[in-house]
């Protein structure tokens, strides 16, 4: 089985600061890692996902991570964030093979302050 | 707009009711997921159907059922409500040709409130 930690609940942030979100995952099975956001009433949307290849992946909105296997990480960057970026922030993974089912993580809810 | 829909957007009901909630996945899309999103216990899965048959099961309580019919559309029965179903239950699809058999798209929700 797999499971996902993501180490903070809340991140306070000014706009057009840097921001990193942190997952932590522990799967004994090759993985596949996605990022997902939830705008407020709304459902979730994907922002990007790590299948195999390049480490660093880009995604919608400015939005990247980095998959470092060694430290079982997906964090979740940006450069410079707005305003329009408050949201929940859910990191899920799900073994390679087998069933399509994600396991989510708890959720960080990113706040970002003008 | 993810192309997912579901109804109704809100429901409120008592406890020991039943209620019905539905969903129609992306044109294309054979399978459709449901989750339940409550505070305490974050996104859980709930159950997976896949062109009518049901392909995975997780935390889904007996007195919650689902079904995919022909059209591929989905519901989901709870019955028997108790404060504790109060909850946002989203349901998702997947399958295009498009998208890939990994993403999964989210409808808005329903929001249950039990009283």
């Known amino acids: 089985a797999q499971s996902v930690t993501q180490l903070d609940s809340q991140v306070p942030v000014f706009e057009e600061a840097p921001v990193e979100l942190r997952c932590n995952y522990s799967s004994s099975v090759s993985v596949y890692l996605f990022w997902y956001v939830q705008y407020p009433n709304q459902g979730l949307q994907l922002l990007l996902k790590?299948?195999?290849?390049?480490?660093l992946v880009k995604g919608i909105n400015g939005f990247e991570a980095e998959f470092n296997k060694s430290q079982t990480s997906f964090h979740l960057r940006k450069p410079s964030v707005h305003i329009s970026d408050t949201a929940e922030y859910f990191c899920?993974?799900?073994?390679?093979?087998?069933?399509?089912?994600?396991?989510f993580g708890r959720g960080t809810s990113l706040i970002v302050h003008p | 707009d993810s192309g997912v829909t579901q109804t109704p957007k809100h429901l409120i009901t008592a406890t020991g009711q039943r209620v019905t909630l539905r969903c129609s996945p992306r044109s294309g899309d054979l399978s459709v997921y449901w989750y339940q999103q409550s505070l305490d216990q974050g996104l859980q899965f709930l159950i997976q159907?896949?062109?009518?048959?049901?392909?995975a099961k997780g935390n889904i309580l007996e007195r919650f059922s689902a079904q995919q019919f022909p059209d591929l559309h989905s519901e989901l029965n709870l019955s028997s409500l108790e404060l504790g179903d109060s909850a946002l239950y989203f349901c998702?699809?997947?399958?295009?040709?498009?998208?890939?058999?990994?993403?999964?798209?989210f409808g808005p929700g329903t929001r249950l409130t039990v009283l």
């Open positions: 899920a993974v799900r073994a390679s093979g087998g069933s399509y089912i994600p396991t």
């Open positions: 159907y896949y062109n009518g048959e049901e392909r």
């Open positions: 790590y299948l195999s290849g390049s480490t």
């Open positions: 998702a699809s997947s399958g295009s040709l498009a998208g890939g058999l990994d993403t999964q798209y």
